[in-house]
Antibody, heavy 122, light 107 residues
């Protein structure tokens, strides 16, 4: 079945970087855009950016420009999200999410990873 | 950036009640609007996209309407399993943005 499996929880110190992976299966990896969304404890959903697994092009939310890098490895059907210069406010669950049809850069998200908790604490 | 504003922030209703949640965009977004359900500790689940298209497997008591700037999610007969937070999302163009959420509880 179609699924996205993310890497495990991380604990990082302020100023460090974290890299979260999201492995896709059950569909053609390069046919659907992949997004990253985060959710701080008790808060709402926040879009971070998008990667096109086919060509690797990316688009990031302005808030994260300069701190986030999204990449992909087509040989393993995996996308990665790296966030640098971590601060306590980055403590959140990070989700990868696939778009509904692969027909436009921005779309609704029908398949979500299970989430990766990233805790930033000294 | 286009802002999405949901109302109410929370509501409490009885089983069997008709529940309506609204979402307003600060600019027109045509019908590029989705609704998600998130139960506590769980991953968001897509309910509706293109403002009114029901995602496969979602119960028919959920429906969506609207276009432009004003949108509505309706639960025709609230069930205990519908206790969750509901989010709208606009996706006409980047950046994708979400509403702040509406928490639905059973009275």
């Amino acid at each position: 079945q179609v699924q996205l499996v993310q890497s495990g929880a991380e604990v990082k110190k302020p100023g460090a970087s974290v890299k979260v992976s999201c492995k896709a299966s059950g569909y053609t990896f390069t046919s659907y855009y992949m997004h990253w969304v985060r959710q701080a404890p008790g808060q709402g959903l926040e879009w971070m950016g998008i990667i096109n697994p086919s060509g690797g092009s990316t688009s990031y939310a302005q808030k994260f420009q300069g701190r986030v890098t999204m990449t992909r490895d087509t040989s393993t059907s995996t996308v990665y999200m790296e966030l640098s210069s971590l601060r306590s406010e980055d403590t959140a669950v990070y989700y990868c999410a696939r778009d509904v049809c692969g027909c436009r850069e921005t779309d609704a998200f029908d398949i979500w990873g299970q989430g990766t908790m990233v805790t930033v604490s000294s | 950036d286009i802002q999405m504003t949901q109302s109410p922030s929370s509501l409490s209703a009885s089983v069997g009640d008709r529940v309506t949640i609204t979402c307003r965009a600060s600019q027109g977004i045509s019908n590029y609007l989705a609704w998600y359900q998130q139960k506590p500790g769980k991953v968001p689940k897509l309910l509706i996209y293109a403002a009114s298209t029901l995602q496969s497997g979602v119960p028919s008591r959920f429906s969506g309407s609207g276009s432009g700037t004003d949108f509505t999610l309706t639960i025709s007969s609230l069930q205990p399993e519908d206790v969750a937070t509901y989010y709208c999302q606009k996706y006409n163009s980047a950046p994708v943005t979400f509403g702040q959420g509406t928490k639905v509880e059973i009275k």
